[in-house]
């Protein structure tokens, strides 16, 4: 038998109605020159000869005598795939927003824990303009109980094919049915009781580990990184290592009506910012969501004085490994919404994530991904309904604003069925208290955003994913402006002298801004320099007295605060209040 693990079994334990615990995605596909087909039929077919090539699609749930265990995977030799695989025809004139419209109302619906966890819908009637090709799109939804986000792009991996010729696959080996559909009694528990002590065992043996990292955190060496992280007053000034976030209307109980935006930029761009700004593509999705949501609060009078807190998932999956369950855990890092410049966001961010990834390269050894489980399905399935019918999250402080997924993906062209895929738009899970989800799956050159929400709390999402949109371009122009102004020659250099450049073509981590400077640089509480940029070096061989004018030239902060102009003539007239129950602070 295949047992859940601790952590795969947790996203069982923890669905409610409000809260489906399904990841999914949605994909606009073009057909084929002059093809005349019919793709639903094409598509099932296509799956229909690939069911064997992940587990996912025959594997179901076997649940535990009086629910006193987590439950086991075993094989469906039956999978009703009319059931699975489904046509849906869009309304005229099958816009994009309608679109939208229809994956949020499939995404809010459970799966049929009977069957396997997973449904597929071809969706057509899309919209298109004269002389374009046919489209049709593809939404898939697997429960998160049996993949996480680099599980998941295996199986796209799996389902999908690099050439429009579909290749060849190996049919399945003939196997014997026992035709039982159901373990007996006796054997569910014996299995339940063997599992849950081989867990126990294994978390006996992970208790030095856990202890070691624990105390790396709690008392770190004189002299390590974290020591001087965690003694330097500047750290606790920023508001890094508070527990908690600040209250906002996203950090509600949810229902389970959803909101679903989706929009791409270009994934040279974005690399391009972290390159110019010596940050990681991390660092610049996450000051990409920050500002957005910072201008999104903003327009309704609710955007706290504290930086917001995004949870973060940290993959603990191993280089290679495909396996088809969950490898991954959390960390909470800054949003830096408190400070407006676009550049020295992305600085705070930098310094927040690059805390916690020293904290989990502590403790990412030491964490479990299975863990006993005797009594926990009844117990957590109690505690999560509990939680959501009580209001709870209404009132007590959240651990983490809203959730922000950057998963890795495919950089390469994908076909389905010979129809080219256009986009891997990711849709996740709101969940009760944290009711926003951004999650970002690159593939082909592209970075797709998926906002999810509930359809209460944010229900002009679309607004939201526009203002991801404008955020990135302000950091994209900062960027070029930086490097414009690197490649400038300065105003009084010689033609022998070399000019001064206000960014290194190549930042290290010593000429990286720090979030505290750059912050003081934008109040004007520092000598003028360009905001989110290095401070000049300094040369070790005497200047002539053709750079000394240079460097303190005050026409230098002309190019500071980049990205402020642009903020002022986006910005739109404040939005009526939301009423206080919801427009919280």
């Not at 596909?29 to 090539?53: A, C, N, T, W």
């Not at 094989?75 to 004139?93: A, F, G, M, N, S």
């Not at 989706?262 to 920050?290: H, M, W």
């Amino acid at each position: 038998m295949n047992h859940l693990s601790g952590m795969d079994a947790s996203f069982l334990h923890l669905e409610t109605p409000e809260t489906p615990m399904h990841v999914g995605g949605m994909h606009t596909l073009e057909l084929p020159k002059g093809y005349s087909g019919d793709f639903y039929e094409d598509f099932r077919q296509h799956i229909v000869e690939r069911l064997h090539v992940s587990e996912v699609f025959t594997r179901k749930l076997a649940l535990m005598p009086f629910e006193m265990s987590n439950p086991v995977w075993v094989e469906d030799d039956d999978v009703d795939i009319d059931y699975h695989i489904r046509r849906v025809t869009l309304p005229k004139p099958g816009t994009a927003k309608q679109l939208e419209q229809y994956v949020a109302r499939l995404h809010s619906s459970l799966l049929d824990r009977s069957r396997p966890l997973w449904e597929f819908f071809v969706i057509d009637g899309l919209e298109k303009k004269t002389g374009e090709p046919d489209r049709v799109a593809l939404y898939t939804k697997v429960h998160h109980a049996g993949i996480d986000g680099q599980a998941g792009v295996a199986l796209a991996t799996a389902i999908m094919d690099l050439t429009p010729e579909p290749r060849k696959v190996k049919p399945p080996r003939e196997l014997r049915r026992n035709h039982r559909y159901q373990l007996g009694m006796a054997e569910l528990a014996s299995a339940a009781v063997s599992n849950t002590l081989e867990q126990y065992v294994k978390l006996v043996k992970t208790l030095p580990d856990m202890a070691r990292a624990l105390q790396s955190v709690m008392l770190p060496q004189p002299g390590t990184p974290a020591a001087g992280k965690a003694a330097g007053s500047e750290r606790r000034a920023t508001g890094e290592f508070r527990l908690f976030g600040p209250k906002t209307l996203f950090n509600v109980s949810i229902t389970n009506q959803r909101a679903y935006a989706a929009r791409s930029i270009p994934l040279v761009e974005a690399k391009q910012i972290g390159k110019r700004f010596g940050y990681s593509l991390n660092d610049v999705v996450l000051a990409t969501c920050g500002g957005a949501i910072r201008r999104y609060l903003s327009e309704y009078g609710a955007l706290p004085r504290k930086s917001l807190t995004a949870a973060v998932p940290v993959s603990l999956r191993e280089q290679g490994n495909t396996e088809a369950n969950n490898q991954v855990s959390m960390t909470v890092m800054s949003l830096a919404t408190d400070i407006e410049d676009p550049v020295a966001r992305l600085a705070a961010i930098n310094e927040s994530s690059s805390a916690a990834k020293t904290m989990m390269g502590n403790f990412k050894a030491a964490i479990p991904t299975d863990f006993p489980s005797f009594g926990a399905p009844w117990l957590m399935s109690g505690l999560a309904s509990m939680y959501g019918r009580s209001g709870l999250a209404n009132s007590i402080p959240p651990v983490a604003n809203v959730a922000v997924s950057n998963v890795p993906g495919i950089q390469a062209t994908m076909y389905v069925c010979g129809a080219r895929m256009l986009n891997y738009f990711p849709v996740s899970i709101a969940s009760h208290g944290v009711a926003l989800n951004i999650t970002v799956q690159s593939y082909n050159g592209s970075l797709d955003y998926g906002l999810i929400a509930c359809r209460r709390t944010v229900p002009d999402v679309a607004d939201l994913a526009g203002f991801v949109v404008d955020e990135h371009r302000r950091l994209y122009a900062a960027a070029m402006q930086a490097a414009a102004a690197d490649t400038a020659p300065a105003a009084g250099a010689t033609t022998t002298e070399p000019a001064v450049s206000l960014v290194p073509s190549k930042p290290t981590a010593k000429a990286r801004p720090k979030a505290a400077a750059v912050r003081k640089t934008v109040a004007g509480k520092a000598a003028p320099k360009t905001a989110g940029t290095a401070a000049v070096p300094k040369p070790t061989r005497r200047r002539s007295p053709a750079l000394k004018t240079v460097a303190s030239e005050p026409a230098v902060s002309k190019s500071a605060s980049p990205g402020t102009a642009a903020a002022k003539t986006v910005s739109k007239p404040l939005r009526k209040p939301r009423s206080p129950a919801s427009a919280l602070h």
